[in-house]
C-alpha cells in the first residue's frame, strides 16, 4: 500500500531560524494536505496542493509540491514561538476517491523552538 | 459553531472494560471517521462513515466497532479493551468524499491500564 515518509521526526531551532519538513510518498499523488498539531491539540487543516510544481504561500510558511507528485515540503521563514507543533503531511493516491479514507497521513515532524 | 465534539476527552479503562466514544458535528458534513494517534506513529484511520448509513474499515479496525446513529453522530466502541488501545482517539468529519478539508475534534486520551 501507499507510504508517505516524512522527514525529519524532530527539529530543533532557535526562534528566528528557518524550519523545513519533507514528505515523500512511495506512489505519485494525486494531491496533498498538510495540517499543524500544536501541543496537546488536535490536527488543523492548514493547505492543499494539487498541481504539479504548485508553491504556494501562507504568511511566512511556502509549501511546494513536486514536479512528479511524489513529494512535497513545508518551509517557515523567521520561525516564531507560536509556530511550534508537529506538521503532518497527509497524501491522497491517484484514484482514491475524495474522503478522508483515501488520505495516508506522514508520521509527522515535531517542530521544537528554542527561545 | 461547534465544529466536531467528542466525549469524553479522558478516560482511565481496565483491561476487558468497554466503552463508547461519542463524536457529534454541527456541519452538516456526509463523512465522518476515526482516527487514533500514538507517538511516532501519525494518525491511523480506525473506521469511517461516506455517509450516512455506511461504516467501513480502515487501516487499524480491529478490537472497535463503529455506529453512524444519523448524519450528525458517529460513535466508537471498544467491546473489551486492551493495554494496546491506549491511545488518543479523533473523531473528524468532511463534506463528503470529494471534500478536501478535513475538520478535527478535539480528541480523546484513552488509558487502558
Given at each position: 500500500g501507499q507510504q508517505v515518509m516524512q522527514i525529519p521526526q524532530y527539529q530543533h531551532v532557535q526562534e528566528g531560524e528557518d524550519f523545513t519538513t519533507y514528505c515523500n510518498s512511495s506512489t505519485t499523488l494525486s494531491n496533498i494536505q498538510w495540517y499543524k498539531q500544536r501541543p496537546g491539540g488536535h490536527p488543523v487543516f492548514l493547505i492543499q496542493l494539487v498541481k504539479s510544481g504548485e508553491v504556494k504561500k501562507q504568511k511566512r510558511l511556502t509549501f511546494q509540491f513536486g514536479e512528479a507528485k511524489k513529494n512535497s515540503s513545508l518551509h517557515i521563514t523567521?520561525?516564531?514561538?507560536?509556530?511550534v507543533g508537529t506538521y503532518f503531511c497527509a497524501g491522497r493516491e491517484i484514484g482514491?476517491?475524495?474522503?478522508?479514507?483515501g488520505l495516508t497521513f506522514g508520521k509527522g515532524t515535531h517542530l521544537i523552538i528554542q527561545p | 459553531n461547534a465544529g466536531v465534539t467528542q466525549t469524553p476527552k479522558f478516560q482511565v479503562l481496565k483491561t476487558g472494560q468497554s466503552m463508547t466514544l461519542q463524536c457529534a458535528q454541527?456541519?452538516?458534513?456526509n463523512s465522518m471517521y476515526w482516527y487514533r494517534q500514538d507517538p511516532g506513529m501519525g494518525l491511523r484511520l480506525i473506521y469511517y462513515s461516506a455517509s450516512e448509513g455506511t461504516t467501513d474499515k480502515g487501516e487499524v479496525p480491529n478490537g472497535y466497532n463503529v455506529s453512524r446513529?444519523?448524519?450528525?453522530e458517529f460513535s466508537l466502541r471498544l467491546e473489551s479493551a486492551a493495554p494496546s488501545q491506549t491511545s488518543v482517539y479523533f473523531c473528524a468529519s468532511s463534506e463528503?468524499?470529494?471534500?478536501n478539508t478535513i475538520y478535527f475534534g478535539e480528541g480523546s486520551w484513552l488509558t487502558v491500564v
Open positions: 523567521a520561525t516564531q514561538t507560536t509556530d482514491s476517491g475524495g474522503g478522508a479514507d | 454541527d456541519m452538516n458534513h446513529l444519523n448524519k450528525r463528503g468524499r470529494a471534500a
